[in-house]
């Protein structure tokens, strides 16, 4: 894109995915009006304490681009009690202690192709960081960003799904069980401007990976964030 810095163009497009080096530094959100992240009190918790206490920690949110993940987890954090932790905000402290991890290689990837591209160079990461959030937060909610869970590559699949194997609460957040429903009320929640993210949220939404790694299915379409968590609570174990 003439006029646009490539490295300030690969920070903010990556803040969209989990990847960013800079905008996963910070508390970026991408809400609509719908699951607004703005400060506000969150609603009285309903049910039974004693279950809630119960909870099998972590639990890990996953789920495409605008799908609520950010909101939602802080919402879940303070109904359950515990912390929050989120990949997007610490993957890339992640990927720079990694030693195979090569910032130049990733920057040259984007300048290339832009996000697609620099996404198969960073995908390959992916693994290792899923499988240190859940060992370094243990008793939290983790959030994991959009890209963090999606995998062509059997190979890394099978290792996060292996990772994510031990913990039985892990929810996919979608507006709907139709993926064309789901895209219609993602894309319409969109504010990025580069056209690569819709197309790469469309991939999340169809790819098979977050239906094999979710053990809880949550569907937000005509909710609240106050009556997603509800939901989501009412159904962990």
Known sequence: MPGVNP??????????????????????????????????????????????????????????????????????????????????????????????YDEAVARRHFECGGQTRALEYVLQFYPAAVERIVAEYPQSVIELGAGHSVYDDPNQLERVKEILSLYPNVVLLLPSPDPDESLDILNARQSNPYPEIVEMNEHFVRHRSNYELATIRVYTKGKTPDETCEDIVSRLT
């Open 7 to 100: 490295f300030q163009s690969y920070s903010e497009g990556f803040g969209r995915l989990g990847l960013a080096p800079v905008a996963c530094r910070g508390r970026m959100l991408y809400m609509n009006s719908d699951h607004s992240a703005s400060s506000r009190s969150v609603a009285e918790p309903s049910g039974d304490v004693a279950r809630v206490s119960r909870v099998t920690l972590p639990v890990i949110l996953i789920g495409p681009v605008n799908a609520g993940k950010s909101t939602i987890a802080v919402l879940l954090a303070e109904r359950l009690g515990v912390n929050r932790a989120s990949l997007d905000e610490v993957c890339w402290e992640y990927f720079e202690q990694d030693a195979g």
